[in-house]
């Protein structure tokens, strides 16, 4: 209440704008009806989300005249999209090892869990930004290439501290829903190891075993000359061999979480693993450097050498500091190595060896399928990745 001139003037009271309570809490009401939707309706979503991306790899993937930036477009939000979903599946019971092991370092360290997070969405994203950035000119899309891998290759060094000084265990790009569903290192291995206890190694019942013949039923043992019957098959039309291989405890599943990737205490180990994570960094500042001249083999020489020295170094360490050699590795680091040796050979689909040999057979093999029925539209499309493994970057890099 105020006072002017002898008289009180009642202060009229301050109005507040608010809004309802209902319309506050939407968003967060229709995120939750569908986040249970996606989980009560895992199969049909993904039967969706396959459909669609099926349909992506035959969209026009670019031209010299077609831009490929609306069909990249479309396949970078399906993929993050896909990723969103899988987050919010519940995980299977039990984990693969190699989930156990990342859920293990995400617990460990907040920052592995958030550099694992970016580095996914950089992977998802790469090519539309170096896309969107090649519109500006070739010096800017060099400039925001050789940002790219810097920002990877830094995500990657603070999850090999976040580890422990581990190695960076790469889960790759759309195996998060396979992860998920518990189809990983484990159940390979334990099916594996089934297999194994078999006389006949790949023999699942269901036909002749090596050394019987198909004159009878089951399989005729070489001293007695009995024969021992057919497994029989369930009622889903799996084999008894699959059905108990998938029951089959392995050592990794026995061990503890930490203990499924071992630590590189040693320098040349250390300088492996910089030198694996590095790699894409050097290549792509040697391909800014000579971006003028596709066909020069520098840049192709230097990252292919730094590749192989890495993983030949990496060997060697194994070898002598890990009893067995690579036999005395876990599951998880054993598929890592060979994870990475595959990626050699993602070598001849880049720089001026493509460009100087494997985009001649490519172009040829193409050639030859014209005019012919429904083979033509497989040349087509060879065409249209072809013009993407020639013109952008990362259609072909492995990290």
Not at 143 to 154: D, F, N, S
Not at 244 to 255: C, F, M
Not at 354 to 379: H, S
Request: glycine share 10%; with cysteine; aromatic share 8%.
């Amino acid at each position: 209440m105020a006072v002017e001139n002898g008289h009180s003037i009642k202060s009229k009271p301050t109005t507040h704008l608010t809004l309802p309570t209902d319309l506050l809490s939407l968003p967060t009401h229709y995120l939750n009806t569908y986040k249970t939707f996606v989980r009560q309706n895992t199969s049909r979503i993904s039967q969706i989300e396959s459909t669609l991306r099926s349909l992506t790899y035959l969209l026009p993937t670019g031209t010299a005249s077609h831009s490929p930036l609306p069909s990249e477009t479309l396949h970078t939000l399906l993929a993050l999209l896909t990723a969103y979903h899988t987050s919010l599946l519940p995980s299977p019971h039990p984990p693969s090892p190699r989930a156990r092991y990342q859920d293990w370092c995400a617990r460990q360290s907040k920052v592995y869990e958030r550099c694992r997070a970016m580095l996914r969405t950089l992977q998802y994203t790469q090519l539309l930004v170096e896309m969107v950035a090649k519109r500006a000119g070739e010096s800017v899309r060099w400039r925001v290439v050789v940002l790219l891998e810097v920002v990877k290759a830094v995500l990657r060094v603070a999850m090999g501290r976040g580890s422990g000084g581990r190695m960076v265990v790469e889960t790759g790009v759309g195996d998060e829903r396979g992860e998920k569903r518990g189809v990983g290192d484990g159940e390979g291995d334990a099916t594996a190891a089934a297999g194994e206890a078999e006389e006949g190694v790949g023999w699942d019942g269901m036909g002749d075993a090596p050394g019987g013949d198909s004159e009878g039923a089951g399989w005729k043992m070489p001293r007695t000359g009995m024969r021992l019957p057919v497994l029989p098959v369930l009622s889903n039309g799996e084999s008894v061999t699959e059905f108990l291989g998938k029951r089959v405890i392995g050592a990794d599943e026995v061990k503890s979480a930490r203990r499924l990737v071992r630590r590189i205490e040693t320098v040349q180990g250390q300088v492996a693993e910089l030198m694996w994570i590095l790699r894409p960094v050097a290549y792509a500042l040697a391909l800014q450097r000579y971006q003028g001249n596709r066909r020069d083999w520098r840049p192709w020489a230097l990252g292919l050498a730094m590749e192989v020295a890495a993983r030949q170094l990496l060997k060697r360490d194994v070898n002598e500091n890990v009893v067995g050699g690579l036999r005395g590795l876990s599951g998880v680091e054993r598929d890592e190595m060979k994870s990475r040796g595959w990626d050699v050979a993602w070598w001849g689909m880049r720089g001026s060896f493509y460009e100087n040999v494997t985009r001649t057979w490519i172009q040829g093999f193409a050639g030859r399928l014209k005019g012919k029925p429904l083979l033509d539209m497989v040349g087509v499309v060879i065409e249209d990745y072809d013009y993407l493994w020639g013109e952008y970057y990362f259609p072909t890099a492995t990290l």
